[in-house]
């Protein structure tokens, strides 16, 4: 009985920075429409800050003074990088807002590496808190007592400030309508740069009070970042109180779930996740989107460029890839079919993005269920690698459409977090589940049956089957499915009105954009001879979209072009600094301030002659 | 006081108003007259800078206002009431008054919380009550009350009168009267004369994103022919 209770005061005790860094991204979003991904950042920040600071300072009072600094520092930086970049970017498409947020947290990254270095950074106990005390015969340390009270505290608070101050009320009429808010007098400009400042304060406490419980790592900003949008999808966005109650439930579930299923603690975190989903799509204490808010990701633009030029460029696009094997050799032949394998997978994203409407932050899932569906059948049942390539979509479908099941329920950010989400599940099994998957070394030995080991004749079967795999994608996206999935895009209501079944057929497309991933993820696993669970983290589905926006949405050719110059770009970066994270996030910054519209829009503002 | 020249403007690519026209002057109730669809709204968006304006001039009191932000626009004193009224259903009466408060101006009519109460008596029981829970009727008068609480010069009303009973929009009319009486000037849009008819001292007609018709209240209601062909379905 005692041992349950000091279990449930640890999750509580987990619970609170949990609670910090998920009530600051809601905030964020609830005022500016931004996900921000750079949320994570701050939090890790908040950590190695303070850290510093202890040193700095000494341990005693020092700890103290150091968190409250720390989460001033950090919440000015979070200010700063609002008013500096996020405020350009207010009227773009979401999906640019949220690329360039990603682009600072590698940045970030990339400046903690070079300040702090690489290794493990250990905390120092909380002084005056460092001892534990009795409770039913178990000791519970006195920080975990500390922690327990202070999130409930920091929740009050937040609901004072909120519902008694005049920026308070500001900032909850914003939230509910800013377009309304700013015709009533009230500067969004001032508002957003301090929820900015709040959030990332919030964060950055988050992060420092995590230090004399756990070290501070490098991998903290994309750790929290999924596991604070569960929180958020799960408690429901914009609601404080429901993102302390899901950070309650997360905690617990890992605090107890340690004792059950120590191996795949998440996937129980995966099934309350879709229990609560089910019963309550909104989240706990959620509220449906209102469509009124939503801003469609930038819409089919035609560019208007004749058929008969489209018909050209696609040949002449065909020559170079048949050609291409003439001019290069081994290595760009590699380099070539790493290009194909992307513009597939980046052209399913377009698909589900483009065509479906739905924005995915995990599409990683599926390129990565698909490799590790080849690779396991390969390398553990000794099947050839046709088998694999057969078996790679299918695998990949069949997760999408567990996890699409859920995620057509929903739609926008929720959608997009909730992908993210089952990505992150999906890593966390690959990376926590050793016996099957290898764990963290991944499997190795992934190799092309006899005929097909030659990088040449690799690269023309690779060449063949991301050729067809795009036709087809592009014959379903004019077939009668793909103009239901474009009608479910652009008003779910009158679609359900006309009799299409918008639910459904967002599921269909989802899973087929899932496989098509998939298709991607079996020809990389043989391409690379190994599969590791770094194949579906965060940063390659980041990639896709920063690849679909790069090439332009809606266009045939676009995945191919992103893909190229997105993995070109990665290679030369990388051979030429070690720094490269902190260069290709610069870079995607640049681009996002440069074309705050996306690059589509501004090729179609050229086309109308400067008309907006 | 407020003069519009030439002003297009567009949604996405689609051309909403066609060089329209306005000239409203001080102390005036000019009713915005027109059929669904023919850029009334479309027209006060402009002005508040809430769908910018592409061409033309917007001026208000030497100013112009195109290609201003929205916020900048209501501080100069033009509070707006919407169509669809966008009360903030999550905040409290109060709290929707609170949101709407600015410092008050020396040329135009200072109001409070007390002040809008007596005007709308009705809202005095429904202080704490949320948004979200308000008759039409009772939206509809906080809507115009929480934009007087930024004491504005102008104020700009689209279709206040919609989906109300005949005795709301009587007594939408009075209050009208009250607030032109107290130096407030006003537009007005609407698509029928049961509201304007009452209160109007001229009026504009568009049609299909252009100003077609104006003059003063008592013309046009005297002109069946122009209602027939401008207002009639």
């Known amino acids: ?612 | 006081m407020l003069k519009l020249t030439g002003v297009d403007t567009f949604y996405g690519r689609a051309q909403a108003l066609f060089g329209a026209r306005l000239d409203v002057r001080r102390g005036e109730v000019v009713a915005l007259l027109g059929r669904n669809g023919a850029g009334k709204s479309t027209l006060l968006k402009s002005i508040m800078g809430l769908v910018p304006a592409s061409a033309g001039t917007i001026v208000f009191e030497d100013r112009e206002l195109r290609g201003m932000e929205t916020h900048r626009i209501a501080r100069f004193g033009i509070g707006y009431v919407p169509e669809e009224r966008r009360i903030f259903t999550d905040l409290s009466v109060a709290e929707n008054l609170e949101v709407g408060r600015a410092p008050s101006r020396p040329d135009a009519p200072e109001w409070t919380v007390e002040r809008v109460i007596e005007l709308f008596p009705n809202l005095a029981p429904l202080m704490q009550r949320s948004g979200g829970h308000l008759s039409g009727g009772e939206q509809q008068m906080l809507a115009v009350a929480r934009s007087l609480m930024g004491n504005p010069k102008m104020i700009l009303l689209d279709e206040p009168s919609e989906g109300l009973a005949p005795r709301v929009v009587e007594a939408m009319g009075a209050m009208i009267v009250r607030l032109k009486s107290e130096g407030l000037t006003a537009i007005l849009a609407e698509q029928s004369l049961r509201l304007a008819g009452l209160v109007a001292d001229r009026a504009y007609v568009m049609e299909s994103g252009t100003v077609v018709w104006d003059g003063t209240g008592r013309d046009f209601l005297a002109d069946h022919e122009a209602q027939k062909r401008y207002l009639m379905a």
């Open chain 1, 1 to 612: 009985m005692g041992f349950y209770v000091v279990q449930f005061l640890t999750g509580l005790a987990g619970a609170a920075s949990l609670f910090l860094v998920a009530c600051g991204l809601s905030l964020v979003f609830g005022v500016t429409r931004v996900v921000n991904f750079a949320h994570g950042s701050f939090y890790m920040l908040g950590a190695f800050v303070a850290y510093s600071l202890t040193k700095w300072w000494g341990a005693g009072l020092g700890f103290w003074a150091a968190l409250v600094a720390s989460s001033v520092i950090v919440g000015a930086l979070g200010a700063a990088i609002e008013v500096l970049l996020l405020r350009r970017l207010y009227r773009s498409p979401e999906l640019y807002q949220l690329v360039a947020t990603f682009g600072v947290l590698l940045v970030v990254q990339d400046a903690a590496l070079a300040l702090w270095g690489p290794d493990n950074l250990l905390g120092p106990r909380a002084p005056g808190l460092s001892g534990s005390v009795a409770l039913f015969g178990q000791r519970v340390p006195q920080y975990d007592l500390f922690l327990i009270v202070l999130g409930p505290t920091v929740l009050l608070l937040l609901t004072l400030l909120l519902t008694r101050t005049r920026w308070g009320r500001l900032v909850r009429a914003a939230t509910e309508d800013r377009d309304m808010a700013a015709a009533l007098g009230v500067n969004q400009r001032h508002l957003f740069t301090g929820v900015f400042f709040l959030g990332s304060l919030l964060a950055a406490l988050g992060g420092a009070l995590q230090l004399p419980r756990a070290p501070a790592t490098l991998f903290m900003d994309l750790n929290i970042i999924a596991e604070a949008f569960v929180v958020v999808v799960v408690g429901g966005m914009g609601s404080i109180f429901g993102a302390f109650l899901a950070a309650v439930l997360i905690a617990e579930l890992h605090a107890f779930g340690i004792l059950i299923f120590p191996q795949v603690t998440i996937v129980l975190v995966f099934v309350v996740m879709a229990v609560v989903l089910v019963v309550r799509p909104w989240g706990l204490l959620g509220r449906p989107e209102d469509a009124r808010h939503r801003t469609p990701t930038e819409i089919a633009t035609p560019l208007g460029v004749p058929r008969c030029l489209v018909v050209i460029g696609l040949i002449a696009v065909a020559a170079v890839l048949m050609a291409w094997p003439a001019m290069a050799g081994d290595y760009g032949l590699k380099l070539a079919t790493e290009v194909l394998v992307f513009a597939l997978f980046a052209a399913s994203l377009n698909f589900i993005l483009g065509v479906g409407g739905m924005i995915s932050f995990g599409h990683a899932a599926y390129l990565g269920l698909g490799a590790y569906g080849a690779a396991l059948l390969v390398s553990r049942l000794g099947w050839p690698m046709e088998a694999g390539l057969v078996v790679a979509p299918l695998a990949a479908g069949f997760g999408a459409l567990l996890f699409g099941w859920f995620c057509v329920r929903l739609s926008g950010v929720y959608l997009a977090m909730l992908s993210l989400a089952f990505a992150q599940i999906a890593w966390s099994v690959a990376f926590q589940w050793y016996d099957v998957t290898g764990g963290d070394n991944g499997i190795q030995g992934v190799w092309p049956s006899a005929w097909a080991t030659s990088p040449l004749v690799y690269y023309y079967l690779a060449l063949a089957v991301v050729a067809a795999a795009l036709f087809g994608l592009h014959r379903v996206a004019s077939s009668p499915f793909g103009y239901a999935l474009r009608a479910a895009r652009d008003s779910s209501l009158l679609s359900e009105a006309i009799g299409i079944d918008v639910k459904q057929v967002r599921w269909f497309g989802f899973a087929l954009a899932g496989a098509a991933a998939g298709m991607a993820g079996g020809l990389y696993a043989f391409l690379k001879g190994n599969v590791s669970p770094t194949v579906m983290a965060i940063p390659v589905s980041i990639d896709g979209l920063v690849m679909v926006l790069l090439g332009g949405v809606q266009t045939v050719v676009g995945p191919l072009l992103g893909a190229a110059t997105l993995v070109g770009l990665k290679t030369e970066i990388a051979s030429a600094t070690n720094v490269w994270r902190g260069v290709l996030g610069a870079l995607i910054i640049g681009l996002a301030l440069l074309f705050p519209r996306g690059i589509v829009g501004h090729l179609g503002r050229w086309h109308r002659g400067g008309r907006p």
